[in-house]
């Protein structure tokens, strides 16, 4: 009978092996079958007391790690960056024509005919590049062939001034008829007040 009373007492207090399990209550299991063996004097998990739940990540403050500095390749390569980009501005405000007629005659040799007109217009003028009639006579000729009026209008004109052309004798008179068609105003004064006199067939 003392026996029978000391495993019952045991198995409701948990003796000295500290089980804490009243009778017929099982264990957690844990990995394999074992069976958790809750402790009676198990202590509270251990929370921070200046824990606040209203601030991010609790108030917990965490120092960012500081940053490396940028390898001399990087730094040398913004520096050109930065030095291409003023010298380009520079170039853009102090030169804008010359830059200008650059790019235009980069469209020009693409084969568009305004393209082709405007850098005909700036080597006969000057503008943006040293004056060359004979090149502009060229270009005019190239935005001619695709119609352009102003264009066809200066290489008449050109022509009949006397700078060096491809233009055959008659050509000239068709340009100009071209022109005025397509309403360039100058070219109808030329017919009124030289074609109709027969100087635009040379």
């Known amino acids: ?22 009778e017929g209550e099982e264990a957690p299991l844990l990995p394999g079958g074992l069976r958790n063996r809750r ?6 998990r251990y929370e921070p007391t200046d824990w606040d739940d209203s601030l991010p990540y609790g108030g917990k ?3 960012a790690r500081r940053k490396l500095p940028d390898s001399w390749l990087c730094v040398a ?22 830059m200008h007629f650059h790019l235009v005659k980069a469209y020009a040799h693409l084969g568009h005919r305004e ?13 943006g590049v040293e004056q060359n009639h004979t090149a502009a006579m060229e270009w005019f000729s ?7 009026p102003q264009a066809s209008y200066n ?3 050109g022509h009949l001034q006397g700078h060096t052309t491809q233009l055959k004798p008659g050509e000239a008179h068709k340009l100009i008829r071209h022109a005025a068609s397509h309403g360039v105003p100058e070219a109808e004064e030329v017919i009124k007040r030289v074609c109709s ?6």
Not at 115 to 125: I, N
């Open 77 to 98: 390569l913004q520096v050109a960056v930065v030095a291409a980009s003023l010298g380009t501005l520079y170039y853009a405000w102090f030169h804008s024509d010359h």
């Open 115 to 127: 393209a082709q007109a405007t850098v005909g217009h700036k080597l006969l003028h000057g503008k």
């Open 61 to 63: 403050v965490y120092l």
């Open 155 to 157: 290489l008449a004109v």
């Open 142 to 148: 190239k935005a001619a062939e695709q119609g352009h």
């Open 197 to 202: 006199k027969g100087h635009c067939d040379k």
């Open 1 to 22: 009978m003392e026996m029978k009373e000391r495993h019952r007492r045991g198995s409701v207090s948990g003796g000295a092996g500290g089980a804490g399990f009243l």
């Open 39 to 44: 402790r009676r004097d198990s202590q509270p």
